[in-house]
């Protein structure tokens, strides 16, 4: 990894457990992420240090409710890795060293909710991003927190026309910001793609409806959109810095090693990667072979939607395979903690 940030190319680490976000920045990454699945997944990988939070918590607040000692566990969470970062902040003069947090999946289907919880978590510390979700609801709540002069990281994101509808409402906020008077040069707002799952709908694709394919085809496609959208990205100059996420194999980090994009890989992915063979270069711009590309577009039209541009209407965002997934799962790990919670409430 330390090869791959010696090209130029930043990377974060995807995980909730603060020590393995300290063995990241010392290799170099720059930025963390975290969902309700990774907090979930952070209690119980790490139940001595996250029980004993929950536990202080607990005591100092014996009126709160299950979800009030969650989102403290989160937000206790958030500022041990915030200032894990800050050092890295600090010395970009707040180009780099965030971390993401996401709002309450819960509330997606609500755009003022969103922004509301936006608005508090962002003030947790000044290094923080809200991740909130690419759907029609989201976009709006989107633009808002970055007239508000949020930094953003659109997330539930898989598809060239989710993130140029996302870059549509920056590009309205950050009007609106400037028109507020904000410095809104300094939000640089990010925009992930979580390549792994369009790879997951197609594979879901494949073994409902029987479908033969080119082995290791499928490998490529999450691949495909994220330099498609990268290449328009660059034509247009639009705003909005493409985060990769959702990492299936080693092709994922591999192949879209770029100066202009950043990658938030999961710690388990990482360490793999950082004794790889495989020498970090310089890979975005290289195009994915035409004949995988022909034959992801002759045979799944969830393909075409995610890979061109005009796929996907904002009002078919929330109804595509991979968002329903992906809102389901987050919502399932949301209630994994909230019932971690529970059992040290009423244990």
């Not at 997606?108 to 003030?123: D, F």
Request: net charge neutral; proline share 5%.
């Amino acid at each position: 990894m330390t090869q791959m940030t010696a090209l130029g190319a930043d990377w974060w680490n995807d995980s909730g457990v603060p020590a393995e976000l300290g063995e990241a920045v010392a290799l170099g990454a720059v930025g963390g992420t975290s969902n309700p699945v990774i907090v979930s997944q952070a209690v119980k990988a790490q139940p001595a240090l996250c029980n004993s939070i929950i536990d202080r918590l607990v005591a100092e607040n014996p009126s709160d409710t299950e979800d009030d000692i969650a989102w403290k566990l989160i937000h206790t969470l958030a500022l041990d890795a915030a200032s894990r970062l800050k050092p890295v902040f600090d010395a970009t003069r707040g180009v780099k060293g965030y971390l993401s947090v996401q709002v309450n999946p819960k509330f997606c289907p609500n755009k003022e909710l969103m922004v509301e919880q936006a608005t508090r978590l962002a003030a947790l510390a000044p290094n923080i991003a809200i991740k909130a979700p690419a759907t029609e609801v989201g976009l709006a709540a989107l633009e808002e927190m970055t007239a508000r002069g949020i930094r953003i990281n659109a997330t539930v994101s898989f598809t060239v026309a989710q993130a140029v509808a996302v870059a549509g409402a920056l590009e309205r906020g950050l009007k609106r910001a400037r028109t507020a008077g904000r410095d809104a040069d300094a939000i640089r707002p990010y925009i992930t793609l979580m390549i792994g799952r369009v790879d997951d709908q197609l594979k879901r694709v494949v073994e409902k409806e029987k479908i033969t394919t080119t082995p290791g085809a499928i490998d490529w496609a999450g691949i495909a959109v994220f330099k498609n959208a990268h290449q328009i990205f660059q034509q247009r100059g639009l705003p909005g810095t493409l985060l990769a996420a959702a990492y299936r194999h080693e092709g994922h980090w591999s192949q879209i090693i770029g100066r202009e994009v950043l990658q938030t890989v999961p710690y388990s992915w990482w360490t793999k990667f950082n004794v790889s063979a495989t020498e970090p270069k310089l890979t975005l711009h290289q195009p994915v072979d035409p004949a995988i590309v022909a034959e992801l577009r002759a045979k799944f039209p969830d393909f075409l939607r995610a890979h061109d541009e005009r796929g996907m209407n904002p009002a078919d965002f929330l109804t595509y395979g991979a968002t329903q997934h992906t809102l389901k799962q987050f919502l399932g790990g949301y209630d994994d903690l909230i019932a971690s919670v529970r059992a040290r409430m009423l244990p």
